[in-house]
């Protein structure tokens, strides 16, 4: 099952997936002498904390567990995806897997690519 909440987004690139993963995080907490008053909401990370699988161990960033959506095949990627501007429509942009790139050219001969 895919990620909709705190993982959304996630997927260990190496064994698929979805999760549990370990990420190093940063937060700010209310701190008094006798301890702190945890509230795991105010946890943030980057798109370059350490983050590690708990399945099969690989570890990198964040940035290479999380997949984005092609906009045309509606499939989630680890690739990075290209910005292609529709030029007949001055607002659409779309972001493409490259399986889509020439599809999408094909469908619009006007659209340009954007990086
Ligand atoms: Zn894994
Ligand atoms: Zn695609």
Redesign the pocket.
Known sequence: MTNTNCLKGFQCPKCKSFGPFRIEVTTTILMYDDGSDYDHDGLEWEEDSYCECNECDFHGMVKDFQTSQ?S??R?ETHEKLTTIKNATDDLSYID??K??IGVVFKDIPEAKIID
């Open positions: 092609c045309w095949c499939k493409v897997c399986d889509c």
